[in-house]
């Protein structure tokens, strides 16, 4: 069994002007391309083949640096690319509206909290809201790591996730990435959100 390389729900150039169809194009063929295949590669002959991703990654400390680093590439793409969206923006509504006002005070509160944890993240990384239970919470991961891996000192489902690798804004936003995360709101879908607070 492999995993697949997913394709996408748009056209590469459909989140411009917020993000680059050349950032986008070589993000998703070339990056997470080779994240998948290496994942694939990683884990071929051994008992990985045989789990879901998921698995893979609460027992993520009995594997090797190159199953963490690409299984978590492969997955945190995976997710990342639907939750953009060309008819995004905005803010998100009913429950997941009433849970982000009652952890974070307001949506306003909220952004600028993950704004933070995105801004702050040192060097590569991902910013992530999470579910843990009713309780929703702002973390961020260094490199390819996620809130699922064993090993994470804050574990929950991810809602939202947001790349802050050099290579996801780099073309457009040189060392700008705040410009990048505040374009990120532009396209963020909340829908794809909601629906993983409901599941
Ligand atoms: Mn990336």
């Known amino acids: 069994m492999s995993f697949e390389f997913p394709q996408l729900d ?45 698995e893979i990654f609460a027992n993520i400390s009995k594997y090797s640096p190159a199953v963490r680093n690409n299984g978590g590439g492969f997955y945190n793409h995976s997710l990342f690319w639907k939750n953009l969206s060309p008819n995004g923006g905005g803010k998100p509504e009913g429950e997941l509206l009433t849970a982000i006002e009652k952890h974070f005070g307001s949506f306003e509160e909220f952004k600028t909290v993950f704004a933070t944890a995105a801004a702050t993240q040192f060097g590569s990384g991902w910013a992530w809201l999470i579910k843990n239970g009713d309780t ?15 090993f994470a000192a804050d574990k929950g489902k991810i809602l939202l996730a947001l790349d802050v690798w050099e290579h996801a804004y780099y073309l457009k936003y040189q060392n700008r990435r705040p410009d990048y995360i505040n374009a990120f709101w532009n396209v963020v879908d909340w829908k794809t959100v909601a629906e993983r607070f409901n599941r």
Do not use: W
Not at 144 to 150: A, K
């Open 10 to 54: 748009y056209a590469y150039d459909a989140l411009e002007p917020h993000f680059d169809a050349m950032t986008m194009e070589i993000h998703h063929s070339r990056h997470h391309k080779a994240y998948t295949d290496n994942f694939n590669k990683a884990i071929a002959g051994t008992d990985a083949e045989n789990k879901t991703v998921e």
């Open 136 to 150: 929703l919470k702002v973390v961020s991961s260094p490199n390819q790591d996620n809130p699922l891996m064993d």
